[in-house]
């Protein structure tokens, strides 16, 4: 079965700082991975996806996450974090439930917190 | 704002109680899921609709729990008789395949207190 895990709960950064929350994943086959970030008492907005090609994806609001596949891992990364970004924030995997049809799979979230 | 709407936002209701949510998806999407979100966990996947047809149920959708959408467009969600249990964030999204994969797009949620 298809999974992923965040391994950090939380995550704490000076502002202006990079930022980097983990992830792996287990897959069969080729993964489809995601990421989402939730500010309180708003839904899962969503930032970026990898599909296939090149292992560094851009997304919204400035940040990036690097694939590696030998690791297992989509790390999402941001070169300098703001007050703003302080979120929780979800990684996931699609998963095949019939032909062409597909369900989210999410992480148990990384609560970012950017320090002033 | 994604586009994604979800009514009520909040919804407290007592033990033994029936309670239905609404997702509005965004407009031309032809795809939507259904997500439960407790405390301290990522949403877990309840259903999906293609159309107005409802494609697969996860086990953890109990026969309490019944979701429609009726024309293909807006999507309700009811839970009869209503347990402690079923306290969580309620999550709509919805999608549009293209490519070679369709991102999901999520509601504000419902967030469900049974008392």
């Known amino acids: 079965a298809q999974s992923v895990a965040q391994p950090e709960d939380q995550v704490n950064v000076a502002e202006g700082n990079p930022l980097t929350v983990k992830c792996t994943y287990s897959v069969s086959g080729n993964p489809y991975l995601f990421w989402y970030v939730q500010y309180p008492n708003r839904g899962l907005q969503f930032l970026l996806k990898y599909i296939t090609g090149d292992n560094l994806v851009k997304g919204s609001y400035g940040f990036e996450a690097e694939f590696n596949k030998s690791q297992t891992s989509f790390h999402l990364k941001k070169p300098s974090a703001l007050v703003s970004d302080s979120a929780l924030y979800f990684c996931a995997v699609r998963d095949k439930i019939a032909s062409g049809t597909y369900k989210y799979i999410f992480g148990t979230g990384t609560r970012l917190k950017v320090l002033a | 704002d994604t586009g994604v709407s979800q009514d009520p936002r909040h919804k407290i209701t007592k033990r033994g109680q029936n309670v239905t949510f609404r997702c509005d998806p965004i407009?031309?999407?032809?795809?939507l899921y259904w997500y439960r979100q407790t405390l301290g966990q990522g949403p877990e996947f309840l259903t999906y609709?293609?159309?107005?047809?409802?494609?697969?149920k996860s086990r953890l959708l109990s026969d309490r729990f019944s979701a429609e959408r009726p024309k293909g467009s807006f999507s309700t969600l009811e839970i009869q008789r209503t347990e402690q249990g079923d306290s969580a964030m309620y999550l709509c999204?919805?999608?549009?395949?293209?490519?070679?994969?369709?991102?999901?797009?999520f509601g504000p949620g419902t967030r469900l207190t049974v008392l």
């Open positions: 999204a919805s999608s549009l395949v293209s490519g070679r994969t369709d991102t999901q797009y």
């Open positions: 407009s031309e999407h032809n795809r």
């Open positions: 609709f293609q159309n107005e047809a409802q494609l697969e």
